[in-house]
């Protein structure tokens, strides 16, 4: 249902110079839904994520959270709201990079109670409760007066999510959380997103690890050289018919 829509996207295109990289992509999030986004090297995931969380500006499309339109399509081109009602849509969503994107002069609890504090306003002692709490589910509980240096990759990463947790977001988008990681370090993230799904938080994950995306997503979009190929529920993609489809995902899981 509509209403119930947490995110849509309508017919997104973006090219960089003569190159197209999205080709009317259009996606819709319902709230609690996990939705998976999976396909070969620049095939324009990242690109997708970077434009449906305001870092990058399409050309064209619609872009709206919650009934509330960041971007509408205007003779052909995508005309964006105001700064304050951006600002505004942009406490709707967080956004878990792929690198971490720690301050490394920061401290962990500095680091998850930065944005609460100076961006939303939230007390320093509430957002640091607040810290500690998240620091506590994710296992760092020891590692608030510690520097992301001093952290494996896998510890950095759950700084990130506890990071993006903190300003109690709707919907939460990982854009490859685990490729800078080696496997050992992987499975600590993944459990991570796991428990938050089971929590019916909803996320938006662009990954390449394929059992996982099977275990979590409630959808699947695969996309190649900007268009959606095929969306469907992971038994649907899993079993698909499309040759391109079957065969990326066997060579992944290989």
Known sequence: MEENNLLRI????????????LHDISLKVDKGE????????????????????????MDDGNLIYEGR???YSEGGRSVYACKDELKEIKRSFGLVFQNFNLFPHYSVLQNITDAPVSVVGMGREEATAKARELLNMLGL?????????????GQQQRVAIARAL???????????????LDPELT?????????LAKEHM???????????????????LFIEKGYVIE?????????????????FIGRIRR
């Open 141 to 153: 509980s020891d590692k608030e007066d510690a520097y992301p240096c001093e952290l494996s990759g």
């Open 166 to 180: 903190a300003l109690e977001p709707k919907l939460l988008f990982f854009d490859e959380p685990t490729s800078a």
């Open 187 to 195: 499975g600590e993230v993944l459990a991570v997103i796991r428990r």
């Open 202 to 220: 909803t996320m938006v994950i662009v990954t390449h690890e394929m059992d996982f995306a099977r275990e979590v997503s409630d959808r699947i």
């Open 34 to 57: 996990v939705v998976s986004v999976i396909g070969p090297s620049g095939s324009g995931k990242s690109t997708l994520l970077r434009c449906a969380t305001l870092l990058t500006e």
């Open 69 to 71: 339109k960041a971007a």
């Open 10 to 21: 309508e017919h997104m295109k973006k090219h960089f110079g003569e190159t197209a990289v």
């Open 231 to 247: 969306e469907g529920t992971p038994d649907q993609l899993f079993a698909s018919e499309n040759p391109r489809v079957r065969e």
